[in-house]
C-alpha cells in the first residue's frame, strides 16, 4: 500500500504519526519549504505537533503534490475543508482515476457547498466505494501523547473499512468501522454547531442540568438530520 497524507497541520502530522508508528512509509505533502527541511533536518515539523519525532527513512516529504498523489494509491486528505479545493487547483479527475480517497476532513467544501466524500464524487468523479471517512472525536495534541482515541472509518465498502481500519489500529487507536459516510460526515459538521450553542448555554449561566436536556436532544436531532440528509446525498 502506497499512502499520501496531504496536510501538514496538527491532523496531518498526527496522522503521519500514526502510520509510521504501524510502520509505513509514507508520502507526505507539505507546502512550505522551510518545514520539509526542518522535517528532514531536525526530524519535526516546528509548528504543529514539534513534540512528534520522524524517522526521515520512513518520509518522503515534498510540496509537489501533483507527484505526491501520483506516487501513491492511497491519499489522505488533512487540510483544512476550506482550503481544499485551492489545495486541489492543479489536480484533475485523471490524476485520482482508481485512487483511494480518505478524508480526513471535517466540514464543508464553501465553494460547492458539499461534503468533502460528494465533493469528491461529484468533482473528480471518484467512486464512492474509493471513499473512506476517517472522524473522530478526536484532539491531535493527544494522539501526540499517545493517549487511548477512537476513530470511525467509514466506507460504503466495507472490505476497504476495515483494510483502512487495519492501518491506523494500534496500542493506542482503535478504528470501529461504519457503512455510512454521509451520517459519518455530516454528524461531525452538526456537532461543532451543538458546541456553539453550549458555549452559549455557558455564557448565559445554565448549568449541567439544561446543558443535559440541550445534548440530549441535540443528539436526537443529528440522528434525525443525518438520517435524511444520507437519503438525498444518496439519490
Known sequence: MKLAVIGSGSWGTAIVKILTDNSNVVNWWVREE?????????????????????????????????EI?????????????????????????????????????????????????????????VNLNNIVVISGPSHAEEIALEKLTYLTIASQNQILAEKIASVFKN?????????????TEYSSVIKNIVAVANGICIGLGYGDNFQA???????????????????????
Open 34 to 66: 522551510d518545514i520539509i527541511e526542518n522535517i528532514y533536518h531536525y526530524k519535526r515539523n516546528p509548528v504543529y505537533l514539534s513534540s512528534v519525532e520522524f524517522n526521515p527513512e520512513d518520509l518522503y516529504v515534498s510540496n509537489n503534490i501533483k
Open 69 to 125: 498523489i501520483q506516487s501513491s494509491d492511497h491519499i489522505i486528505f488533512a487540510v483544512p475543508s476550506a482550503f481544499l479545493s485551492e489545495t486541489l487547483k492543479e489536480i484533475s479527475p485523471d490524476d485520482l482515476k482508481d485512487k483511494i480517497i480518505i478524508s480526513a476532513i471535517k466540514g464543508i467544501v464553501p465553494e460547492h457547498k458539499m461534503i468533502i466524500a460528494a465533493y469528491f464524487n461529484n468533482i473528480y468523479h
Open 171 to 183: 496500542r493506542y487507536l482503535k478504528t470501529p468501522i461504519s457503512d455510512d459516510i454521509f451520517g
Open 213 to 235: 436536556v440541550l445534548i440530549s436532544n441535540a443528539i436526537q436531532e443529528i440522528k434525525r438530520f443525518g438520517c435524511r440528509s444520507s437519503y438525498y446525498t444518496r439519490y
